[in-house]
């Protein structure tokens, strides 16, 4: 079955940085656009970052541009995201997801506090 595991959350102090993984099965990886979310509490799931199919083009929310990096492995079916110079407004659940045509996944989520 499909299954998207997303890994490398925790608490992290103002401008550190963390990575976050999200390990794919069950469906042909490299076939589909994939994305990283949030959702702060209290309020609804945002887009972060996406990257297309073969990598060659990420789009990122402009809260993040310049901290965040968006990657992929395909060859190990995992998405990453780079997270520095986190600030407290970061402090959210991230999910990744994946999309092609009107297929979409999503992972449980990985909780990134961002605290003194």
């Known amino acids: 079955q499909v299954q998207l595991v997303e890994s490398g959350g925790g608490l992290v102090q103002p401008g550190g940085s963390l990575r976050l993984s999200c390990a794919a099965s069950?469906?042909?990886?490299?076939?589909?656009?994939m994305s990283w979310y949030r959702q702060a509490p209290g309020k609804g799931r945002e887009l972060v970052a996406g990257?297309?199919?073969?990598?060659?083009?990420?789009n990122y929310a402009d809260s993040v541009k310049g901290r965040f990096t968006i990657s992929r492995d395909n060859a190990k079916n995992t998405l990453y995201l780079q997270m520095n110079s986190l600030k407290p407004e970061d402090t959210a659940v991230y999910y990744c997801?994946?999309?092609?045509?009107?297929?979409?996944?999503w992972g449980q989520g990985t909780q990134v506090t961002v605290s003194s």
């Open positions: 990257i297309t199919s073969a990598g060659g083009m990420t």
């Open positions: 997801n994946a999309r092609r045509a009107s297929y979409r996944y």
């Open positions: 069950g469906f042909t990886f490299s076939d589909y656009s």
